[in-house]
């Protein structure tokens, strides 16, 4: 591929330095706001409002019970295909059967214009490679008993009565779903992307990853061969910290930096943007350090930038597909068995579990999470949200959107191969002046008017013929002054003999 993309290679170390500057100051600000636009004419990145907070709530508050081949899961389904509908898509509905029943993906796949690249003979020609960002939406109920939580404690330190709560599946994966809506509707305010974008909302996600399986089952092998990355979203909500991280297929050292490449673009986007300064929100990754045998392959694995929750993108890693996770935890400890969703002490009936608990509920969640709006630029006006459902899901879909503008690692796009095109033209126009002056000026020289370097070899001429001029002159002064001393010396040694 003589001209893939290859631009962001080494970018891991200035994101690992980034990372690190944003987890110390996030230390300082934990507070997660949204704000709205300072003037109404700066447009500030991920600003979609509401609209995939609301999404989440109403999946959660309308269809609570999302099991799989439910007539929950497939009434939420409707709903996600009539949401696609009025974002001006087109769902295919994907119906399939298990033996545990039948559920349906619901697919959009968008056309992209492909990426410039070269063939044998070096002819430029377009190739499109696939994106895939998919979710999950049904939920599975929590088989635990329910904890009774009828207390909690404000940060003044003060206890309030709870409000009452059920489970709803709001975190795990009404939030992943949202997400997807959010990225789809984001995706739409651009101009058309080089990727060809298949957008998923898989169903039975939690019997073995039925949807994405079946889904991934159902692409020609050209089509398995042209996917690039495969970005996955689930339980959004409840955890710590937001992380993005790469599949167990990146664990081999010889397949790490390909196989990891899409998650540090995303990695970049956020740190390219202001997302901290606008939202308080940053993308973390998993650097525990912890060893463990994470892929059941009879060695210890360092337990960094991947995760011990799996979700659809494990079919995708499993066809060695690079994948891009996100999903909110808490991996800051030193054993495997203490990891958990949160710290949060409000939040510890189940050991700090969210997903799969009771306590994965919109009532208490909120009850626990949800900061009051607040004046950000203390002008008067109520600016900003501290809704971190809301933040995070816009969050994470700008950070999808974006990135599949970096590129692919099979050609180029548009803008990138336009870029190439103006670099090479000046490179030949470099080459054909300094062929033009017969001689080995410098490059610098080269790019200067013709005029201007006329008048410097005018000058270096003129240098060299005074410098060459004053050197005679200095040897013609010398000859004389010794003829005159040898003459001198002569007419005194005569006039002595004559008075001899």
Excluded: W
């Amino acid at each position: 591929m003589k001209i893939a993309n290859k631009s962001f290679k080494g970018r891991k170390l200035i994101s690992l330095a980034l990372t690190a500057v944003f987890i110390f100051s996030s230390a300082a600000s934990v507070l997660l706001t949204s704000c709205k636009k300072d003037d109404g004419k700066k447009i500030r990145p991920a600003d979609y409002g509401s609209y995939g907070s609301d999404l989440a709530r109403k999946i959660a508050a309308d269809h609570p019970d999302r099991k799989p081949y439910s007539e929950g899961e497939k009434a939420t389904g409707e709903f996600i295909k009539e949401e696609m509908t009025k974002l001006k898509f087109e769902p295919q509905v994907q119906t399939f059967t298990t033996k545990n029943g039948t559920s349906a993906n619901y697919v959009v796949k968008i056309p992209g214009t492909g990426f410039y690249d070269e063939d044998s003979e070096g002819k430029v020609v377009t190739k499109h490679r696939i994106a895939i960002i998919g979710a999950h939406y049904d939920n599975l109920p929590p088989e635990t008993k329910k904890v009774e939580n009828t207390k909690t404690t404000s940060k003044k330190g003060a206890e309030t009565t709870a409000l009452e709560y059920s489970f709803d599946g709001i975190s795990d994966n009404a939030s992943g779903t949202a997400c997807l809506l959010t990225a789809m509707k984001a995706f739409s305010e651009y101009p058309p992307f080089a990727y060809d974008v298949y957008f998923v909302a898989f169903g039975a996600g939690n019997d073995d990853y039925a949807g994405a399986r079946e889904f991934y089952n159902s692409l020609t092998d050209e089509e398995k061969l042209r996917i690039d990355v495969m970005y996955c979203m689930e339980s959004l909500y409840a955890g710590d910290k937001l992380y993005a991280s790469s599949g167990y297929k990146s664990l081999n050292p010889q397949n790490r930096y390909k196989m990891r490449r899409k998650l540090y673009q995303a990695y970049d986007v956020c740190f390219a943007n202001t997302l901290f300064t606008n939202y308080g929100f940053d993308l973390y990754y998993n650097e525990s350090g912890v060893k463990t045998d994470l892929n059941g392959d009879g060695t210890e694995d360092i337990y960094n930038e991947v995760s011990a929750n799996k979700s659809d993108y494990l079919v995708f890693d499993e066809a060695g597909i690079p994948v891009v996770f996100f999903d909110s935890f808490e991996y800051n400890f030193t054993k495997m068995d203490e990891m958990k969703e949160t710290k949060n002490l409000n939040l510890q009936n189940y050991g700090g579990m969210i997903r799969r608990t009771h306590d994965d509920s919109t009532a208490f969640l909120d009850s626990v999470l949800m900061e009051p709006d607040y004046d950000r630029d203390g002008d008067g006006e109520i600016d900003c949200s501290g809704d971190r459902l809301q933040i995070r899901i816009n969050a994470v879909a700008f950070i999808i959107v974006e990135a599949l503008l970096k590129g692919s690692d099979y050609g180029m796009t548009k803008v990138q191969y336009d870029e190439y095109l103006e670099k090479k033209a000046k490179e030949s126009a470099l080459a054909t002046a300094v062929t033009a002056t017969g001689s080995d000026i410098s490059a610098s020289a080269a790019r200067k008017p013709a005029s201007e370097t006329t008048t410097e070899t005018a000058e270096a001429t003129t240098e060299e013929t005074t410098s060459a001029s004053a050197t005679t002159t200095k040897k013609a002064a010398a000859t004389t002054k010794k003829k005159t001393a040898a003459t001198t010396k002569k007419k005194a040694a005569a006039t002595t003999k004559k008075k001899k």
